[in-house]
């Protein structure tokens, strides 16, 4: 099973700024298999990211993922209102696996 | 559009059971993969497990924590995927979501539906 580790666990910024949150492995991982989701309050997790850096569907362009191995990362260039939120890491693979959270807030 | 309508949550005790279904709509339900996530209350998401297409065999995989008391199932016929807990514990109470696989990324649960709220209390 794959443990994955984000940090930190919450981000301080201001709508305009660059946020860049990690995922960290516990093993290499096949970039196909790592994953982004985000979870505003009270709403179900969206889809962001799969395969490290492809946007899924409807996605702005201000997000992109990169990484290989057992380091990852996703950047949001500039922050919208709307993208403060938690944001979770996934290994997709029996079993699947998230890690914990990163929460963006103001 | 896709959407997948989560029901069967409720209030139960310790050692009952339940069964969630998650109906869906706007594709063809066959096709995909699905899976179950749950997350308790102001904690994170854990997968449950999913159940391939019956294309690719039907067969389901499970996380440690729930294999062997709960099963995922699912009728093509009815759209429709299912989720049976048996021996509930209190560690069970979650919101479960049904989610879709590779319907329009690979690799990637990529459609959700709002969830549904067990509560395993005494």
């Known amino acids: 099973e794959v443990v994955l580790t984000q940090s930190p666990d919450t981000l301080s910024l201001s709508p305009g700024e660059r946020a860049t949150l990690s995922c960290r492995a516990s093993?290499?991982?096949?970039?196909?298999?790592l994953l982004w989701y985000q979870q505003r309050p009270g709403q179900a997790p969206r889809l962001l990211i799969y395969?490290?850096?492809r946007r899924a569907t409807g996605i702005p362009d201000r997000f992109s993922g990169s990484g290989s191995g057992t380091d990852f990362a996703l950047t949001i260039s500039r922050l919208e209102p709307e993208d403060f939120a938690m944001y979770y890491c996934q290994h997709y693979g029996n079993p699947d696996t998230f890690g914990p959270g990163t929460k963006v807030d103001i | 559009e896709v959407q997948l309508v989560e029901s069967g949550g409720g209030l139960i005790k310790p050692g009952e059971s339940l069964r969630l279904s998650c109906a869906a709509s706007g594709f063809t339900f066959k096709t995909p993969w699905m899976s179950w996530v749950r997350q308790a209350p102001e904690k994170g998401l854990e997968w449950v497990g999913r159940?391939?297409?019956?294309?690719?065999?039907?067969?389901?995989h499970y996380a440690a924590p729930v294999k062997g008391r709960f099963t995922i199932s699912r009728d093509d016929s009815r759209n429709t995927l299912y989720l049976e807990m048996n021996s509930l514990k209190m560690e069970d109470t979650a919101v479960y979501y049904c989610?879709?696989?590779?319907?329009?990324?690979?690799?990637?649960?990529?459609?959700w539906g709002q969830g549904t709220l067990v509560t395993v209390s005494s």
């Open positions: 159940v391939k297409s019956n294309a690719d065999g039907g067969t389901t």
């Open positions: 989610t879709t696989e590779g319907l329009a990324a690979l690799a990637a649960l990529d459609f």
């Open positions: 395969g490290t850096s």
């Open positions: 093993q290499i991982v096949d970039s196909r298999y």
